[in-house]
């Protein structure tokens, strides 16, 4: 069974960046597509961005679309989020995890990682 395992949160200012890690054990890494969410103080987990097995195909949520990247190295069995000009409404745990059914909603998804906070001070 795949564990997933996120990293590289932190505190930041409003316009800086982050990049996040998710790792993965496991095998057969490349046949995932792994999708990234939030979950504010207060706030339902919403979805952020997805990334299919390949690393072909990738959907952005409106919020972060041209601030944020999602990329992945299937021989490093990890997927990467580039956060960019990052907004204090971007801070939240963030969370990976594997995606099993068709839409972007949390029950098609499986396999959470624990997160990782990220804060930006404004």
């Known amino acids: 069974q795949v564990q997933l395992v996120e990293s590289g949160g932190g505190l930041v200012q409003a316009g800086g960046s982050l990049r996040l890690s998710c790792a993965a054990s496991g095998r057969s890494f490349s046949r995932y597509g792994i999708g990234w969410f939030r979950q504010a103080p207060g706030k339902e987990r919403e979805f952020v961005v997805y990334?299919?097995?390949?690393?072909?195909?990738?959907n952005y949520a409106d919020s972060v679309k041209g601030r944020f990247t999602i990329s992945r190295d299937n021989a490093k069995n990890t997927v990467y989020l580039q956060m960019n000009s990052l907004k204090p409404d971007d801070t939240a745990v963030y969370f990976c995890?594997?995606?099993?059914?068709?839409?972007?909603?949390?029950?098609?998804?499986?396999?959470w990682g624990q997160g990782t906070q990220v804060t930006v001070s404004s």
């Open positions: 990334i299919s097995g390949n690393g072909i195909v990738s």
């Open positions: 995890a594997i995606r099993r059914g068709g839409s972007w909603s949390l029950r098609d998804f499986d396999s």
